[in-house]
């Protein structure tokens, strides 16, 4: 048996969702069409992280994308655990009109919001959403794993809608117009 004295990062990720009571991770490697170069993605309770691309070995490009979602995972962790500073649960009393019609935009297909960042310095808020609704405009119809998420515009009234699917990874919609107050 050898003895490995650096914990693979596979390893740290897997021992993270079991602490965490988070699904095992799933992992999709990709191979590039020459055939010697190998890239990664990781899922974990709906979420896709992609490793760097160029690995000579399936394992390598495995340990990438784990590297990749176990760093990401531990900063929401650190995030979550450091109280209200960097996140909120809701958005501030003015715009809770939108929050609102996130919501009722989500319910009716068993969606509800997971999360709500703190807005970044030009007024954008990052509206997660969990449960069934999956929708996504770029393949016009619900994933089947992949969450979707909003962004917010507050400055132009408008919003965004992205995805964590790996194939939709520069999709942004179109702006969409939000209610006025
Ligand atoms: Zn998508």
Known sequence: ????NVKSWKNRLQEYCQKNELPMPNYQVIQAPSGICFQADVEINGHWYRGDNDFTSKKMAEQSAAEKAYNSLSNDHMELQSGNTDF???????????EQFI???????GGRIRKIHSPKSDGTYKIEITGKYRYCE?????HKNNRVYSLVDTVNNVYYQKCYDPDCH??????????IR
């Open 170 to 179: 520069n999709f942004r919609s179109a702006a969409h117009r939000l209610p």
């Open 88 to 98: 909120s649960q809701h958005m501030p009393e003015n715009y809770a009109h939108i």
């Open 138 to 142: 770029n393949v016009r119809r619900h």
């Open 103 to 109: 919501n009722n935009m989500v319910m009716p297909d």
């Open 1 to 4: 048996m050898s003895v490995q």
